[in-house]
């Protein structure tokens, strides 16, 4: 793609990203995407909450929201819901998503929205000067552990699975190219998507050389996504799984099935279901009004 078709994306804001940071890469394998797709920037949303990997959007000439820490789902599916033909996608990190925004993350995946949520996961909060993320590895000296993190690492892929998301793949911001096929897979997806992107922080810790080596493609493997237990064997290979530090980090498509509900077919089930009764959720809404129906004062 030119640099001319990639920036109908961009709003020229600068990305303010330190030089090297994998992000820049996220960031243009999302606009090749889109342009790859024909998507018009007024027809996209991307959110995002706080944090280095969260900036992204304030660097895009889409619909956007630059939320709060920990909440850039609860703001995704309101906007999904208000207008469930622009599609949503969330920039989030391994802080934002993980610790203040775990519950959220939770209970979208369990309820399917049709989301998609790309988790940027540098293994630490960088923007608030490196202390430990849930996804930091036993042990590891960030500026509030000096004698290194005590508590075990969450496994993303594992608990996106657990909790009822409906895809979740794997990449790295290393491999632009598997990226990409990545994030257009799971805008293609029907229901709650996730891409868990390796993508290490260049100024708190850069482990390129050592994850590159160890990544395998899933999909060249006769990997089983759509069975629960395959994928749960996949998920579990992350960085600190395997005593070997250089064993296979499998990334690709997981986790994925077609047989999954998601939140706006159910909501067409209850319409379908009451013919005749309600013509859009929001008559189903009204009766929640004060004063109305269900509702007493
Ligand atoms: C409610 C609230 N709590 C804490 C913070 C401080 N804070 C800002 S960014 C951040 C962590 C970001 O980590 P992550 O999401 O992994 O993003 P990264 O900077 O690593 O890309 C924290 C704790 C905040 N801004 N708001
Ligand atoms: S601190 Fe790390 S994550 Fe943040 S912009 Fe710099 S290299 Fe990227
Ligand atoms: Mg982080």
């Given at each position: 793609?030119?640099?001319?078709?990639?920036?109908?994306?961009?709003?020229?804001?600068?990305?303010?990203?330190?030089?090297?940071?994998?992000?820049?890469?996220?960031?243009?394998?999302?606009?090749?995407?889109?342009?790859?797709?024909?998507?018009?920037?007024?027809?996209?949303?991307?959110?995002?909450?706080?944090?280095?990997?969260?900036?992204?959007?304030?660097?895009?000439?889409?619909?956007?929201?630059?939320?709060?820490?920990?909440?850039?789902?609860?703001?995704?599916?309101?906007?999904?819901?208000?207008?469930?033909?622009?599609?949503?996608?969330?920039?989030?990190?391994?802080?934002?998503?993980?610790?203040?925004?775990?519950?959220?993350?939770?209970?979208?995946?369990?309820?399917?929205?049709?989301?998609?949520?790309?988790?940027?996961?540098?293994?630490?909060?960088?923007?608030?000067?490196?202390?430990?993320?849930?996804?930091?590895?036993?042990?590891?000296?960030?500026?509030?552990?000096?004698?290194?993190?005590l508590s075990a690492p969450l496994n993303t892929t594992e608990l996106a699975?657990?909790?009822?998301?409906?895809?979740?793949?794997?990449?790295?911001?290393?491999?632009?190219?598997?990226?990409?096929?990545?994030?257009?897979?799971?805008?293609?997806?029907?229901?709650?998507?996730l891409v868990d992107v390796i993508a290490p922080c260049r100024t708190f810790?850069?482990?390129?050389?050592?994850?590159?080596?160890?990544?395998?493609?899933?999909?060249?493997?006769?990997?089983?996504?759509?069975?629960?237990?395959?994928?749960?064997?996949?998920?579990?290979?992350?960085?600190?799984?395997?005593?070997?530090?250089?064993?296979?980090?499998?990334?690709?498509?997981?986790?994925?099935?077609?047989?999954?509900?998601?939140?706006?077919?159910?909501?067409?089930?209850?319409?379908?279901?009451?013919?005749?009764?309600?013509?859009?959720?929001?008559?189903?809404?009204?009766?929640?009004?004060?004063?109305?129906?269900?509702?007493?004062?």
């Amino acid at each position: 793609m030119s640099d001319t078709q990639q920036n109908r994306y961009m709003n020229g804001n600068s990305p303010s990203w330190c030089p090297g940071c994998s992000y820049f890469t996220v960031l243009s394998a999302l606009t090749e995407c889109f342009d790859e797709r024909g998507i018009d920037p007024n027809e996209i949303c991307v959110i995002s909450g706080i944090g280095c990997s969260s900036r992204l959007p304030l660097f895009l000439n889409t619909h956007g929201m630059h939320t709060l820490h920990g909440r850039p789902l609860p703001v995704a599916i309101g906007s999904r819901l208000a207008r469930p033909d622009i599609p949503v996608i969330v920039a989030t990190g391994d802080g934002d998503l993980l610790s203040i925004g775990a519950a959220h993350f939770v209970h979208a995946a369990r309820k399917n929205f049709d989301i998609t949520v790309i988790c940027l996961d540098n293994r630490l909060y960088a923007m608030t000067k490196n202390q430990t993320s849930p996804t930091s590895p036993i042990g590891y000296k960030g500026s509030l552990t000096p004698y290194g993190k005590l508590s075990a690492p969450l496994n993303t892929t594992e608990l996106a699975i657990s909790s009822g998301a409906s895809m979740v793949c794997r990449s790295c911001a290393y491999d632009k190219a598997h990226l990409k096929k990545m994030i257009d897979a799971a805008m293609n997806h029907r229901g709650f998507s996730l891409v868990d992107v390796i993508a290490p922080c260049r100024t708190f810790g850069d482990h390129e050389k050592e994850i590159t080596k160890r990544l395998y493609d899933l999909q060249t493997k006769d990997h089983k996504f759509d069975d629960r237990e395959s994928a749960m064997r996949a998920a579990a290979r992350v960085y600190d799984s395997d005593s070997d530090e250089n064993a296979g980090i499998p990334v690709g498509v997981v986790w994925k099935r077609d047989d999954m509900l998601c939140f706006d077919d159910q909501v067409k089930l209850v319409l379908t279901e009451n013919e005749g009764k309600y013509s859009s959720i929001n008559d189903i809404l009204d009766e929640f009004r004060p004063g109305r129906g269900n509702v007493t004062q």
